[in-house]
């Protein structure tokens, strides 16, 4: 038996403190998880920031994100070799010139990426099997970094859709407070005219040329690997169970050949869903975040991620997945840390400790989730046939 592992962890983002860490300072965010994942072939993770050497760039709100390049550095002590998703509704956050910065900093410390700067696609070589990987977003913030492409940049970021743009006649609606303009919106709210029953992140955007794009990537990536797993930036914000959209497109994707799907975005676990030789993961979670620990929300589990471990034996060609939860907290010296749950029980010391552990079970029986096996670590979750 040769089996071979891939590790799928959430997003990893800073905040505008953090950011300007020193690289001592930084790494120790990720002082419980380093080395962790020696045992797995590849890691791969969703770079939710920009970065950039220039320490001018770097995060200075809340919702528009940029790191110092030795982030990197940083995130390499968790092990193995990394490759990093970096189609996300921030990797425009600070202009197409550090879109292309940041892949050229992956490329100078030797890390594998997907998802912008025209990489579509990657290919992992597990013994006899080769696995594909493709990454793409619903959006990049437009609406609010205003960093919209042009006929020539557009295939710097994988999208599935257009970017999002406020329509002149939808901006009036939304903003506009008479009485005559009140009830035309809640007239279209109610019938779902213009989507104004959503926020603007969680918009449909068709575009006949992207969704070909992936489709036709989709079956390239089919032909040439024994096994696809679409990775996806999308959904909305701490909403407790997947958008349509997230469904609509992944279901799409299981349709066309895609037997794993794992998603990002939402900033909290959502449910996984299995059935008929198919694996999908709505949303992963922040991997680190300040999000419900330092800042709300603080009732969405958001403190909480998922990874989920893809064995691999290419004998067999079968693939086992199973889960394990990590858990973010503030630790002692007042900075945020990352660790597997399991280890947190035994061997982080941490005043509300008996807080969390409640909040991990009541996350646990919102999500169907075995907490007897999910709290000992890796847990089963359902094997697929290649």
């Known amino acids: 038996m040769h089996k071979h ?34 045992s797995s072939d ?70 594998l990426h997907i998802g912008t700067n025209g990489f579509d696609k990657l290919f992992l070589q597990c013994g006899k099997l080769k696995i594909s990987i493709i990454n793409f977003t619903y959006g990049t913030n437009a609406f609010n970094n205003k960093q919209y492409l042009n006929s020539e940049e557009e295939n710097q970021v994988c999208l599935l859709q257009n970017q999002e743009k406020e329509n002149f006649l939808v901006k009036t609606l939304e903003r506009k407070n008479n009485f005559f303009i009140k009830c035309i919106r809640k007239t279209f709210k109610i019938f779902h005219i213009f989507q104004l029953n959503l926020p603007i992140y969680e918009r449909e955007n068709f ?12 079956d390239f990536c089919l032909n040439k ?72 929300p603080f009732d969405t589990f958001s403190r909480f991620s998922l990874c989920v471990h893809l064995y691999i034996d290419d004998e067999s060609r079968d693939i086992s997945l199973f889960n394990e939860i990590f858990v973010s907290f503030e630790d002692d010296d007042g900075v945020v840390r990352v660790s597997p749950y399991h280890i947190f029980l035994k061997e982080c ?20 989730i075995n907490k007897s096996y999910a709290q000992k670590g890796e847990f089963f979750v359902c094997e697929i046939k290649i």
Do not use: W
Request: net charge positive; proline share 2%.
């Open 42 to 111: 590849y890691l791969v993770l969703n770079l939710e920031t920009p970065l950039s050497k220039n320490r001018s760039m770097l995060t200075k709100e809340r919702y528009s994100f940029c790191s110092p390049e030795y982030l990197v550095d940083s995130i390499k002590t968790l092990g193995s070799k990394q490759v990093y998703l970096t189609a996300n509704n921030h990797c425009l956050d600070r202009g197409i010139d550090v879109l292309h910065e940041t892949s050229d900093i992956l490329e100078e410390k030797y890390v």
């Open 225 to 296: 690997s024994d096994l696809l797993v679409s990775c996806l930036h999308i959904g909305g914000q701490y909403n407790p169970k997947p958008t349509k959209y997230n469904k609509k497109i992944t279901r799409l994707l299981n349709k066309h050949g895609s037997k794993v799907v794992i998603n990002n975005h939402e900033h909290r676990i959502q449910n996984s869903y299995f059935d008929k030789n198919v694996a999908v993961f709505y949303s992963l979670g922040n991997f680190i975040g300040i999000n419900g620990v330092t800042i709300d």
């Open 5 to 38: 592992k891939i590790s799928f962890i959430g997003d990893v983002m800073l905040n505008k403190d953090e950011v300007k860490y020193d690289i001592a300072k930084m790494t120790s965010i990720f002082k419980y998880v380093k080395g962790y994942f020696d």
């Open 207 to 218: 575009s006949f040329k992207k969704r070909k794009h992936l489709l036709n990537l989709v």
């Open 349 to 368: 010391k941490y005043e509300n400790k008996k807080e969390i552990i409640a909040e991990f079970e009541k996350m646990c029986d919102f999500l169907k």
